[in-house]
């Protein structure tokens, strides 16, 4: 079974502009969530999403937005792209039971530098 | 809240020497806990999981975890280390389709 991917690996992104990262999911996920990974703050989770609606938020700006398709596909958004949001972006697919048991398997992230 | 605390940032073996990661949960309730591996450059990959079936878990690479109740702990540990184990170590809890990560061990292996 594939794992989960993320493209693109690596962005390269100026102040005030918006990047969309994407996600595919293990097939047999249907919950996708975000975390960022930064030297200062480490692993910090950003949002969840199943059935295509947003089931749990981490404590973020608005300007860092998601959604999910019907597939299980998910794209996160960053809008007004500030030299903080540089980080590797790490989306995680479960099956999404809702049960803390549940796994989360990662894929291998997208490294986003802003200058 | 559910958190977990990593001792130690930082830790330094020489080959085959043990390996002990130490990890503390803070929970009300019986936690879910996880250990992930991360290489440089990579995703985190599932090393191992305790949910509650048996207090000693193995997991992948020769590692494995014991929970401990009575010290609220899931330390992680190996009995001999190998150069390939350089990495970087998270623990986390499950607080609801949401992982909450420790801040991350880094393993060091000295020839």
């Known amino acids: 079974k594939a794992g989960v991917t993320q493209t693109p690996r690596y962005l390269i992104k100026t102040r005030g502009q918006q990047v969309t990262l994407s996600c595919s999911p293990i097939?047999?996920?249907?919950?996708v969530s975000w975390y960022q990974q930064t030297p200062g703050q480490g692993l910090q989770f950003l949002f969840e999403?199943?059935?295509?609606?947003?089931?749990n938020k981490g404590n973020f700006p608005g300007r860092f937005s998601g959604r999910q398709f019907s597939n299980s596909r998910s794209e996160m958004n960053v809008s007004t792209l500030e030299l903080g949001d540089s980080a590797l972006y790490l989306c995680?697919?479960?099956?999404?039971?809702?049960?803390?048991?549940?796994?989360?398997?990662f894929g291998p992230g997208t490294r986003l530098t802003v200058l | 809240a559910q958190s977990v605390t990593q001792l130690g940032s930082h830790v330094s073996v020489s080959e085959g020497a043990l390996v002990l990661l130490r990890c503390n949960y803070s929970?009300?309730?019986?936690?879910?806990l996880f250990w992930y591996v991360q290489y440089p450059n990579q995703g985190l990959q599932l090393l191992l999981k305790?949910?509650?079936?048996?207090?000693l878990v193995k997991g992948i690479n020769g590692f494995e975890a014991e929970f401990k109740k009575s010290e609220t702990s899931f330390h992680l540990t190996k009995p001999s280390a190998h150069m390939s184990d350089a990495a970087e170590y998270f623990c986390?809890?499950?607080?609801?389709?949401?992982?909450?990560f420790g801040g991350g061990t880094r393993l060091m292996v000295k020839p």
């Open positions: 929970s009300s309730v019986p936690p879910y």
């Open positions: 999403y199943f059935s295509e609606t947003q089931r």
């Open positions: 305790y949910t509650s079936a048996a207090t």
């Open positions: 986390a809890v499950n607080a609801g389709n949401m992982l909450t």
């Open positions: 995680a697919s479960s099956l999404g039971t809702g049960r803390i048991t549940d796994t989360q398997y």
């Open positions: 097939s047999g996920h249907r919950s």
